[in-house]
């Protein structure tokens, strides 16, 4: 098997990072599948119920799923004195849950072939916090590498590996309307290389991983971050 015949499912394809990520697979031979509210299979990863139904659509139209990469995310600025209970369900119900009902209808194909790749697109946030409102955010990219370094061990004799791309404060539309264009450039000052980040760079991280040069990585998490975390 090569990358002529993998399939490629990026969940949050559409988006700044996630449409470099397709970018990336496309350029390496993948067959690229993006699923997104506009994408190859439309899902609203917020219902578990549209999201295994989007599963389902991917493994009869297109027979396989050989990478998965959730990338999709969304953020709710929650520091906890505004705590709200709905709205924190429904961040976890796209950042997190989405993720695990998609690996649950990938990884039997997956095992059946005995190769695969899940790849986590978490943050570096969740080491340093930059403030108190992104409590929500926070949790569920941690929350990502914790299920990243659990079902990694639990793949291994399958043949599946499991890792995330944890990138830094990366310039794209979202981070400069959420964050703003000082902060990026606060950002880039405290990095130990001096450059603003972009969307290839996680995405060749993902590509790496994916590929067949990333096979003896798994329960790893890589920090494309310009070294603004030291781990």
Not at 215 to 230: D, K, S
Request: aromatic content about 6%.
């Amino acid at each position: 098997m090569d990358n002529q015949t993998r399939v490629a499912v990026v969940t949050g394809g559409a988006g700044g990072i996630g449409s470099a990520i397709v970018s990336a697979l496309r350029e390496s031979g993948h067959r690229t599948v993006v699923l997104d509210r506009v994408g190859d299979v439309e899902c609203d990863l917020a219902s578990a119920t549209s999201t295994q139904r989007a599963a389902q659509t991917v493994l009869e139209r297109y027979g396989r799923c050989d990478v998965f990469v959730h990338c999709a995310g969304v953020f709710d600025a929650m520091p906890l004195h505004d705590f709200d209970l709905e709205r924190w369900r429904d961040l976890m119900a796209v950042n997190v849950e989405a993720a695990l009902h998609l690996a649950k209808a990938f990884a039997p194909g997956m095992t059946s072939r005995q190769f695969g790749r899940i790849i986590f697109v978490s943050s570096d946030g969740h080491w340093i916090p930059a403030n108190a409102d992104f409590l929500a955010y926070v949790t569920s990219k941690a929350a990502l590498d914790g299920i990243m370094r659990a079902l990694a061990v639990s793949f291994g004799g399958d043949g599946i590996a499991v890792s995330s791309v944890a990138p830094g404060l990366t310039d794209t539309p979202l981070s400069r309307s959420v964050a703003g264009d000082d902060a990026i450039r606060d950002v880039v000052a405290a990095q130990v290389l001096k450059r603003r980040l972009t969307p290839e760079d996680a995405a060749s991280a993902v590509a790496f991983l994916a590929s067949d040069g990333g096979e003896a990585l798994t329960g790893q998490v890589l920090t494309p971050n310009g070294g603004a975390v030291l781990r």
